[in-house]
């Protein structure tokens, strides 16, 4: 990956609608060699999907919650990946080093549903116990740096 497909990513990522002609010209390629860089991006599996960012709040969504799961027995195997797929509120999954074996990122309308949402994490087989931080307001949140300039 050279400078020029950091800079249609760091374009890309603070603007994903843009036609190929503008994130050519802001990269210094014509609009089809842009075209041809971003389909190659994708093939790679650098550009993973396109989606919109959307304000939890907005949409009942503004109690975030991330909590440590703490198991008694290994934790990254397809089970225990199902199982947590299968809760929508986790947002994300993660298998960490530590005293806890996964940290997840809930959100939910309502501290009630992020209670239910933490009973359900306990029915996961091996989850012997939780640390729950709940967030108060967020500062801000950055997608991954490919290491270019937004054009």
Known sequence: MDETDRALLAALQSDATRAYAALGQAVGLSAGAAHERVRKLRERGVIRRTTV?????????????????????????????????????????????GSASLMVKIRTATTEQLQATLRRCFEIPGVTGTRTIVVLETF??????AGGEPA
């Open 140 to 145: 801000f949140e950055r997608p991954v740096d």
């Open 53 to 97: 960012d959307v304000d939890p709040a907005a949409v009942d969504r503004g109690v975030l919650a991330f909590v440590m799961l703490e198991s008694n027995a290994w934790m990254g195997d397809p089970p225990t990946h199902a199982a947590l797929a299968a809760i929508r509120e986790i947002q994300e999954a993660h298998i960490v080093a």
